[in-house]
C-alpha cells in the first residue's frame, strides 16, 4: 500500500523503514527537512510541506500523523482536513486524548474523510521488534488499512498461543478496538498500567540499594550486586517482563546509574487514566501513587527515580531534563 507519515521523530522514522522494508510505499514529511532526506535514504519519497504531500499519494489517500499529541496534533490534522478530499483517512498515531479523537473525527466525517486513532507502542526498538497497535475508528477503514498494521505488528513471535482462546489480529500485535477514540483509550490505560509496573520496579531496586544503611543492624545490612538481580530475574521469574530486560540493561551499563537525573516526567496518559477512573468510579491507586511518584521526584531524586529515568530512556528514548534545563 501508499502511506503518508508525517512526524519523523524517535518513532515515525523507524516506522517508514519498517514499512517500506515489507514493499510498502511512502511518501513522508517532517519540519526538520534532515529527517525528510534521511527516509528518503531508505527509499521513501520526500515533500516538501503538507500539500505536497497529499497531491503525491494516489487516492483514496491514507495519511499517518506521528507528531506530539495536543496543539501539534490539531493543527496538523486541521491542516490536513483541508487538502484531503472525501474517502480519505487520517491515522493519529501520538499519544492524543481520546476525546480529542472524537470531537476531531466529528470534523473530519462531516467532510466524508475517516479518521482513525492508532494506540502505538514500540518506542525506539519498533523497527526490528514491530509495533503493538491499538486501533480505533470505522470497521471498513481498518479492514482497508489492515495490511499497514500488519506490517508494522510484531507479527508471529515466539510467544506460545494462549490456550483455548480463538487466533485472531492479536496474536500478531494489533486489534481494532472499536469505534473511533478506542484505540487511544486502550492506548491510555496500558500506558497507566506501565506507569505502575515501572514504579514498582524502582521501588524494590530502591530497597536493595540502601539494604546497607547504616540505620540497620549490622547483621541485618547487605551489598546487593542489583544488575545481577534484574539479570537472574529475567530467567524464570515469573515478573520477567520486556521493562525488566531494559532495566538489566540499564544496571549492565552502569549499576548507579550515574548519569541519569532523576527527574521523571509524564506524558499525560497517566494522569488522562486516573481521570477516566474518577468519571467512571473506579479506584486506581496503585497508578495514582504512580503518578504521584513522578511528580515528586521533580523536587528529590532516590535512585528508584533513576531507574524510571532509565528505563524511560531504554523504551522510548527520552532523555529527562530538569524543567527550565
Known amino acids: ?43 521513501a519519497q520526500g515533500a516538501s510541506d503538507v500539500a505536497d504531500l497529499v497531491r503525491k499519494l494516489q487516492a483514496p489517500r491514507a495519511v499517518w500523523i506521528m507528531v506530539p499529541a495536543g496543539d501539534p496534533t490539531e493543527q496538523m490534522v486541521e491542516t490536513l482536513a483541508g487538502h484531503l478530499s472525501r474517502g480519505d483517512t487520517i491515522i493519529d498515531g501520538g499519544n492524543s486524548y481520546y476525546k480529542d479523537d472524537i470531537r476531531r473525527a466529528g470534523i ?68 481494532h478496538c472499536g469505534p473511533t477514540g478506542s484505540g487511544h483509550f486502550v492506548k491510555m490505560v496500558h500506558n497507566g498500567i506501565e506507569y505502575g509496573i515501572m514504579q514498582s520496579f524502582a521501588e524494590g531496586f530502591d530497597i ?49 546509574l550515574s548519569k ?17 477512573g474518577i468519571e467512571e468510579a473506579t479506584p486506581t491507586p496503585v497508578l495514582a501513587a504512580s503518578l ?14 533513576k531507574l524510571l529515568s532509565a528505563m524511560r530512556n531504554k523504551f522510548g528514548g527520552h532523555v529527562e531534563a530538569p524543567a527550565g534545563a
Open 260 to 276: 541519569y537525573e532523576g527527574f521523571v516526567h509524564d506524558s499525560g496518559e497517566g494522569r488522562w487514566t486516573i481521570q477516566a
Open 108 to 175: 473530519t466525517t462531516a467532510k466524508g474523510i475517516d479518521y482513525m486513532d492508532a494506540g502505538t507502542s514500540g518506542g525506539v526498538w519498533g523497527l526490528e521488534r514491530g509495533y503493538c497497535l491499538m486501533v480505533g475508528g470505522k470497521p471498513e477503514a481498518f479492514a482497508r488499512l489492515e495490511p499497514i498494521f500488519r506490517t508494522l505488528a510484531p507479527g508471529k513471535t515466539d510467544i506460545p498461543a494462549t490456550p483455548d482462546r480463538k487466533s485472531s489480529s492479536a496474536d500478531l500485535g494489533y486489534i
Open 292 to 305: 504521584y511518584a513522578r511528580f515528586r521526584s521533580r523536587q528529590e531524586h532516590t535512585f528508584g527515580e
Open 1 to 43: 500500500m501508499q502511506l503518508g507519515m508525517i512526524g519523523l521523530g524517535r518513532m515515525g522514522g523507524n516506522m517508514v523503514q519498517r514499512l517500506m522494508r515489507d514493499g510498502h510505499s511512502c511518501v513522508v514529511f517532517d519540519l526538520d527537512p534532515a529527517k525528510v532526506r534521511e527516509s528518503q535514504k531508505h527509499g
Open 208 to 256: 536493595f540499594v540502601n539494604a546497607n544503611s547504616k540505620e540497620l543492624p549490622p547483621e541485618h545490612r547487605f551489598e546487593l550486586n542489583v544488575a545481577e538481580i534484574a539479570e537472574v530475574w529475567r530467567r524464570g521469574s515469573v515478573i520477567s517482563s520486556w521493562l525488566l530486560d531494559l532495566t538489566a540493561m540499564a544496571l549492565a551499563e552502569d549499576p548507579k
